[in-house]
């Protein structure tokens, strides 16, 4: 299984876990399941469409997915995918 | 850059800087040179400060509209206890000069905005940004594009910290990614918690302070390897560190193949900050009135919108639905008589209440202006403020 590690501001939404073993051979099947154990944390990664939402960055290692296969990337069970969010400190 | 001399005090002053063989007298020659202008003086703003003046760049621009706030103490080194109260760009500059008198200070006393801006950044060779909210996030990025300056950036929220390097241009001329390329666009207001909600550990903007004041001086004096191109990621809980890679866009609107944005824009609107008409609509109750409804006993529901850890510090007895779960729990307000809705400062009771009225029609809830911090201050001085 795959590992996802949840940025700190996700993690109150997954049970404050911050990484998750993942069953699924591509990067979207991955955060899928993570995301079907976790209703909250689906709406965070998830926009009203099902797509995967355009602020947060997914990495496969140190790869950005979108320079690869995007949300179809092969994963196997050494892959280490990051969710990286938009942080800005202090007040919004 | 052989017309850049320095006093026998001053080559005493950076010694250890002058006996590392790769960064020498030419270094040091060119960080006199260079003028940086530093965005914010907060947490990540206090440590790069200190560094790059006791580093010895020439030129820095102090940049904040703020004042000191005892809150800050915590992590904003730089200040003191006799500072609360005053100007941050005044008082971060007190302490600066008598840290290195060598080194030249402009101050900024004004909050960076769309038509001040580039005037500002052209001024300096690079900037380095230590602001606390997305839409300073673009407008710093997209002056610092369409100026041409490297803009080091960092950036924190609670345990975890982000740094990386800008529209830096390496020596082959070769052009870095910006901002725009890693978040084409902000998250929408609400999904992501802010930092007022969610805090910061202290000492993490000293850390991510630290590593920018190292970008900066590497980017001037072209020794080592900056991040342009890479994000480093901290997290200070677990000590893990990522460096991931970070590539241009042809998206990107600025930079990219097709760009399409040649001027600043309004970056409120882009980040979805609410303006003031959109504030009109919301029915306000202040704390004095609050506390006559309690007074003559006037039935109504006050519900808490802040996190747990948040009502431990202090409460007013309010019913807590924290905010990312009020949707969920709308069948716990009450319709039929008036609803008081509050959380710390009233920004995210102002969202919970404009989700109510959008997804479920309520027409009966009060947002309660300046939240439990202005209860404290105006009703009861009691209440610990935090």
Not at chain 2, 121 to 128: C, E, K, P, R, T
Request: include cysteine; charge should be negative.
């Amino acid at each position: 299984m795959a590992t996802v590690i949840i940025p700190t501001p996700l993690r109150k939404f997954a049970g404050n876990a911050s990484k998750i073993a993942a069953e699924g051979s591509t990067v979207l099947e991955a955060i899928q399941h993570i995301s079907a154990q976790y209703p909250d944390l689906h709406k965070q990664l998830f926009d009203d469409a099902g797509e995967l939402r355009s602020f947060l960055r997914i990495y496969k290692g140190d790869t950005d997915i979108r320079t690869l296969d995007s949300s179809a990337t092969s994963v196997s069970a050494e892959t280490i995918i990051s969710i990286v969010p938009a942080i800005a400190g202090g007040t919004l | 850059m052989s017309e850049i001399t320095f006093s026998n005090a001053e080559l005493a002053r950076y010694s250890r800087h002058l006996i590392i063989p790769e960064f020498n007298i030419e270094g040091q020659r060119k960080l006199k040179a260079a003028k940086v202008l530093v965005v914010g003086t907060g947490g990540l703003g206090a440590p790069l400060l200190q560094y790059l003046t006791a580093a010895g760049v020439g030129t820095i621009g102090v940049l904040d509209f703020d004042v000191v706030d005892v809150s800050n103490l915590q992590r904003q080194v730089l200040f003191t206890v006799a500072d609360v109260g005053k100007s941050k760009v005044q008082a971060a500059v007190e302490r600066l000069q008598a840290q290195n008198p060598n080194v030249h200070f402009v101050q900024h006393n004004v909050r960076l905005t769309s038509d001040n801006a580039l005037e500002i950044i052209a001024q300096y060779d690079l900037v380095a940004d230590g602001t606390d909210n997305f839409p300073t996030r673009y407008l710093v990025n997209d002056a610092c594009v369409l100026l041409g300056k490297p803009n080091v950036y960092a950036s924190i929220f609670r345990f975890e910290g982000q740094a990386s390097v800008f529209n830096y241009r390496d020596q082959t001329g070769e052009l870095g990614p910006n901002y725009r390329d890693l978040f084409p666009e902000p998250p929408p207001a609400g999904l992501v918690p802010s930092c007022a909600e969610g805090g910061v550990i202290g000492v993490l903007p000293g850390i991510l302070g630290s590593i920018q004041a190292n970008e900066v001086i590497k980017v001037i004096s072209g020794v080592g390897e900056t991040l342009s191109g890479r994000l480093f990621l901290l997290d200070a809980a677990t000590f893990e560190t990522r460096t991931l890679r970070v590539v241009r866009e042809a998206s990107n609107p600025l930079t990219g193949t097709h760009p399409t944005q040649t001027s600043l824009i309004d970056y409120d609107q882009f980040c979805s900050v609410p303006s003031n008409e959109d504030a009109v609509y919301l029915q306000e109750i202040t704390p004095l009135e609050l506390a006559s409804w309690r007074n003559l006993k006037v039935d109504f529901q006050l519900i808490d919108v802040r996190e747990e850890h948040e009502y431990e510090i202090a409460n007013l007895g309010g019913e807590l639905i924290p905010l990312a779960t009020v949707a969920a729990n709308a069948d716990r307000i009450a319709l039929d008589k008036k609803v008081v809705v509050h959380c710390k400062g009233g920004k995210r009771s102002a969202e919970a209440i404009q989700l109510l009225e959008k997804q479920f029609g309520f027409r009966n809830l009060y947002n309660l202006k300046g939240g439990i911090l202005a209860f404290a201050d105006q009703v009861d001085a009691t209440l610990a403020k935090y």
